[in-house]
């Protein structure tokens, strides 16, 4: 059964957390809030809103609008700061620097040329920069973890980032957990967890 974002909570049992706008949804207050890793299920059940059943359809697309994605947040860069990071750097400044004395020595000609020449190199590096970033995001668009969610009382295949707080999740032989869970009666499990120092 999926517990809070992983992001917000951290590791199951570590903290108490508490959703945000608790009491405008009608939840308990933080001194009621249970300690998911030893909390009976129904305190679970009941603070989270769900049961065995799952959530509806309507239920879990009014917490994935409350609550966010199951997922990192994604920083995203303004273009033009981008760009302009391409004239800041130490070729970039010895071509400013020639570009301002051809223009106090009003050499038009070597002034229009070292300029093409900076704005040139700024677009390809920017142009390179973007389409290795692009790249990136589809690969990892085609790597993006799947689970096996209930929903209206069914299983489904849904993407890891729409999981919600009262979901209840499958896991399968050989899968990744995909938020942080309690784990509900049922088959025994073992959970074999890799841990990997690297310089890069």
Request: proline share 6%; glycine share 6%.
């Amino acid at each position: 059964m999926a517990g809070e974002r992983a992001s917000d909570g951290g590791e199951e049992g570590s903290d108490m957390v508490e959703p945000p706008d608790a009491q405008k949804q009608g939840r308990p207050a933080p001194s009621d809030v249970p300690e998911f890793a030893s909390a009976e299920f129904a305190a679970v059940y009941e603070y989270l809103h769900t049961s065995e059943r799952g959530l509806s359809s309507e239920d879990a697309h009014d917490r994935l609008a409350l609550y966010g994605p199951n997922a990192l947040p994604s920083e995203s860069e303004s273009r033009i700061l981008k760009f302009l990071s391409f004239l800041w750097n130490p070729l970039s400044w010895a071509m400013e620097v020639a570009f301002l004395m051809a223009v106090v020595l009003t050499d038009a000609v070597d002034a229009f040329l070292i300029l093409f020449l900076l704005l040139l190199n700024a677009c390809i590096g920017y142009y390179e920069e973007h389409s290795s970033g692009e790249a990136v995001k589809a690969l990892q668009a085609q790597l993006e973890a799947q689970c096996t969610v209930r929903r209206d009382n069914q299983w489904t295949e849904l993407p890891a980032r729409d999981l919600v707080p009262g979901d209840i999740v499958k896991l399968h032989i050989g899968g990744v957990v995909p938020a942080d869970c309690k784990m509900l009666p049922g088959d025994s499990v073992c959970i074999f967890s890799i841990h990997m120092d690297c310089d890069c």
